[in-house]
């Protein structure tokens, strides 16, 4: 009998050359990132060469756009690339994905000052890195609401002063530009500042040790009273819009996916070669071992198809985006608890010797934890889906229209 693969795998998205290339690329950097991975894990070290690597083979630039000498990636081929990349080492690619996010979000919503932006753009397009510095101590989320307690203020040469602490900075031990949030003490206003790494008063402190993702550098920001140009103001208004959940956000779910895939792949390869002096054959052919296998394949087909479906719509469907973001919060939420399942049964397959660091597994069933505490945050989106779903209900025909429901927020 002959024995074809799934189809619902990221190469069978793969439409045209051009993800292909992509897909392929990704491959690669994973297949190198694999080998050194569990050192930088294990000691909680940045990675540094596989950032000289991202950059040298182009992969930053995936969502410049092309005028200014990036791919011009969408959502779509950001979501398969980075899925790929992420079964090689998730902290590379959850970190890099924060930086595609930033750069692919300003492409398509243009809400920056052009001089800006366009700068910005030209300088990713060859390495140049950025992330937002958004969760405070005392905020928490920035999906929470509340404003930052780090204060903005307007000198009389209209230049701003910053003063403030950042910490979940994500690739800060190699960013270019950190974009972050501050209350203008003014207007009392959320604005966001686009900081120089080279402006005096940036602070790095290294106080990152993590259980999960051990190696994406998410230090401390300390703002020391640090000026900008007045142009450093690059958006602000009293809601979160550089927060929205929106295509973009896709990023993350692909990261957890990858995690889930790989940690799949190597339970069956586990599976396949594990021989016992009480078996005739190999550990797969045991019912139970063969049923945990197909419950992790139960478990990947659905969240690849929702996330790969989702990805697509948001750039060929844009007159749809605002139905989109609900969907997208719960793919999220969605796609992480599958990918924990997953990874769960893996352990299951290859038992207590995946608890050994001389295997990925454990380290793969630390970083999908991980996803637990990215955006959005779980009980928010769920009460975002209730309350539409409650507001809905109370317009269906022959229902007098009201107002919808007023229920607490978290």
């Not at 795998?9 to 292909?20: A, K, L």
């Not at 998730?90 to 492409?107: E, N, P, R």
């Not at 366009?118 to 140049?128: D, I, M, N, W």
């Amino acid at each position: 009998m002959e024995v074809r693969p799934l189809t619902l795998q990221p190469e069978f998205y793969c439409r045209t050359d051009r993800h292909r290339a992509i897909l392929a690329r990704s491959a690669s950097l994973a297949d190198q990132f694999a080998k050194t991975a569990p050192e930088h894990d294990r000691a909680g070290t940045f990675p540094f060469g596989h950032f000289d690597a991202l950059r040298a083979s182009g992969y930053f630039a995936l969502t410049v756009p092309p005028e200014y000498g990036g791919e011009g990636g969408g959502v779509f081929e950001t979501v398969i690339a980075q899925e790929r990349l992420a079964r090689g080492d998730a902290s590379t690619a959850l970190a890099a994905g924060w930086h595609l996010y930033v750069i692919g979000k300003q492409a398509t919503s243009l809400t920056w000052p052009p001089e800006v932006r366009e700068r910005l753009f030209r300088e990713a397009a060859t390495g140049a890195l950025i992330n937002a510095a958004a969760s405070e101590p005392a905020t928490g989320s920035p999906s929470r609401g509340g404003l930052p307690t780090t204060r903005a203020v307007v000198q009389p040469d209209g230049s701003w002063q910053l003063t403030g602490r950042k910490n979940f900075t994500t690739l800060s031990p190699v960013l270019t530009y950190f974009l972050v949030s501050a209350t203008v003490e003014t207007t009392q206003e959320i604005g966001w500042f686009l900081v120089p790494r080279s402006a005096p008063g940036v602070k790095i402190e290294e106080t990152w040790d993590s259980l999960g993702m051990r190696a994406t550098g998410s230090h401390d920001l300390v703002l020391d009273q640090v000026v900008l140009e007045p142009n450093a103001l690059v958006e602000s208004g009293k809601g979160r819009s550089s927060a929205r959940t929106d295509g973009w956000n896709l990023h993350i779910p692909a990261v957890y996916l990858g995690i889930a895939q790989a940690a799949r792949d190597h339970a069956v390869r586990y599976a396949v070669e594990r021989r016992t002096n009480s078996l005739q054959g190999p550990i797969a052919e045991l019912p139970h071992i063969q049923r945990l296998i197909g419950e992790m394949e139960l478990g990947l087909l659905p969240a690849r198809s929702l996330l790969m479906d989702l990805a697509h719509r948001w750039d060929h469907e844009p007159e749809h985006r605002a139905d989109l973001a609900l969907p997208i919060a719960g793919c999220k939420l969605f796609v992480v608890d599958a990918a924990m399942a997953v990874v769960d049964k893996a352990m299951r397959v290859v038992g207590g010797a995946g608890l050994s660091r001389h295997l990925p597994l454990e380290r793969y069933y630390r970083d999908v934890r991980a996803g637990l505490h990215n955006p959005p945050m779980e009980d928010v989106a769920l009460a975002n889906l209730a309350r539409t779903a409650i507001a809905l209900a109370q317009q269906e025909p022959g229902r007098p229209a009201v107002e919808p429901p007023i229920i607490p927020g978290p």
